[in-house]
């Protein structure tokens, strides 16, 4: 796939509430050139005075024609995700640039086993992937969430898939007789729902920067191949 930066007009199609904080954007993207599961885009936004500001965004969903799939986790106190999530209407117009990225990418064509590691919003590359799996290529996913009522995708989630295994990591509060307390991700919760190294499986982790070193560096004191651990982080950008 040829890497474009090109700039595109996208029309909200439908959206779709995932929390009460997050929600999914449908966008028709005429001339769309396709993109791989863990990229994203540039969303920019320009008010009528001239003023614009731009915000990356994850893609949620595999390539599909000229369909473009955003979900947005909103900061209250945010420029951009505000409006994306509370302001923006079916028929609105969005300005896209992209799709963005090449390394932190999952490629359908792939054997390999894979090792999802989410954290919060960070589920939302990592659903891409998951979605673009057509074979029996075995997933494993490793959602860490504060309570369950900050799940994305949940009932698409639910419903059980051939070689896909979903683990859920709760630090705040957890559902009644869960069997893991709430705490924030450990050795253990790896160990236990992750993938030995010598199975030598593609690890895919997203999520906040705090979140993302310490599942790095589980897994490669757990002996994980540093080549086949793959990064992405959600630092402060002003929402």
């Given amino acids: 796939m040829v890497r474009r930066l090109d700039r595109h007009v996208a029309k909200v199609v439908d959206v779709r509430d995932e929390t009460a904080a997050a ?3 449908v966008l028709d993207v005429p001339a769309w050139p396709g993109h791989l599961p863990g990229q994203h885009v540039d969303v ?4 009528e005075d001239g003023y614009s500001t731009q915000r990356s965004y994850s893609i949620a969903t595999p390539a599909d024609g000229a369909r473009v799939e955003l979900t947005v986790q909103r900061v209250d106190d945010g420029e951009v995700s505000p409006y994306l999530t509370q302001v923006l209407e079916v028929g609105d117009e969005l300005e896209l640039r992209g799709p963005v990225g090449g390394w932190f ?3 359908p064509a792939s054997t390999a086993p894979v090792l999802l590691v989410a954290g919060g919003s960070g589920i939302v590359p990592l659903m891409a992937m998951v979605r673009a799996r057509t074979t029996p290529v075995p997933f494993r996913l490793v959602y860490s969430v504060r309570t369950p009522e900050d799940r994305y995708y949940v009932e698409e989630l639910r419903r059980p898939a051939a070689g896909l295994d979903v683990t859920y990591l709760y630090t705040r509060t957890a559902p009644p007789d869960w069997p893991r307390p709430p705490a924030r991700l450990a050795v253990a919760d790896l160990a236990t729902a992750g993938r030995p190294a010598d199975l030598a499986p593609d690890c895919f982790v997203c999520g906040p920067t705090g979140f993302v ?6 897994l490669l ?7 086949k651990i793959k990064t992405e982080r959600f630092g402060p950008s002003g929402g």
Avoid: Y
């Avoid at 920019?44 to 008010?47: C, N, Y």
């Avoid at 070193?213 to 589980?218: K, N, Q, W, Y």
């Avoid at 004191?221 to 080549?227: S, V, W």
């Fill in 105 to 107: 990418v999952w490629r």
């Fill in 23 to 25: 929600r999914t954007l």
């Fill in 221 to 227: 004191a757990a002996g994980h191949d540093p080549r």
């Fill in 213 to 218: 070193e310490v599942a790095a560096d589980i």
């Fill in 44 to 47: 920019r936004l320009t008010a």
